[in-house]
Structures are given as C-alpha cells and as structure tokens.
Nanobody, 127 residues
Framework: EVQLVESGGGLVQAGGSLRLSCAASGFTFDGYAIGWFRQAPGKEREGVSFISSRDGSTYYTDSVKGRFTISGDNAKNTVYLQMNSLKPEDTAVYYC????????????????????WGQGTQVTVSS
C-alpha cells in the first residue's frame, strides 16, 4: 500500500522554526517528484515547495523563498521541509504529495499533478 505520512507540525511563535517530514512507504522516492502544499481555513490548497528526486531541482513559492528549504534523503525515503522565520500567515495544514510524472514548472504547484497524498500536519504560528 502506497502511503505518505507527514510529521513535525506544531505550534510555534512567529520567527521560530519547524521541520516537517514526509515519509513514504510502499514505494521509494527515487524517480518521484515530491511537493509540499498547504491549506489554510477557507483558502485553496497552495503549492509551497517541490523537489525532483531525478535531478534534485527545487521550487519555492515566492512567499517562502529564503525561509523554507526542501531536501530529500533517499536512503530514509523521506523528504523534509525546513521552515525558518515562520510568520502567522504560514499557519495551515501542510501536505506532502508525490508523483512519478515529470512535471513542468507550471505543473509543480498544481495539486492535480500529484497522485499520492499524505494526511497533513497542522502548523500554527502565533504572533
């Protein structure tokens, strides 16, 4: 059974840091594209970051550039999202997603591009 499990969310004060993990079971990340998305109450799911296990290319949405870092550990079959300098507007449920497809730059931020999803982890940043 293919499964993605996120962890690492929590409550943090503005300016603090969290590291989210996305662990895969039932398949290996090698050859997959992994995306991190977030969804705040009343808002659409937003693409935050992306990494390709094929070539290591990454993507960040403008609002997190310079603050978030995505990385992967193929040996642990886990992708991480290091989030620094957190802001209240980063508050959301964060999801990781995976696909074997090769995505264009425009496709990496679309939830429709991904085949597998985790259950999400809540990140709350207090002001």
């Amino acid at each position: 059974e293919v499964q993605l499990v996120e962890s690492g969310g929590g409550l943090v004060q503005a300016g603090g840091s969290l590291r989210l993990s996305c662990a895969a079971s039932g398949f290996t990340f090698d050859g997959y594209a992994i995306g991190w998305f977030r969804q705040a109450p009343g808002k659409e799911r937003e693409g935050v970051s992306f990494i390709s296990s094929r070539d290591g290319s990454t993507y960040y949405t403008d609002s997190v550039k310079g603050r978030f870092t995505i990385s992967g550990d193929n040996a642990k079959n886990t992708v991480y999202l290091q989030m620094n300098s957190l802001k209240p507007e980063d508050t959301a449920v964060y999801y990781c997603a995976a696909t074997r497809r090769t995505l264009t730059y425009a496709q990496v931020v679309s939830p429709m591009s991904y085949d597998y999803w985790g259950q999400g982890t809540q990140v709350t940043v207090s002001s």
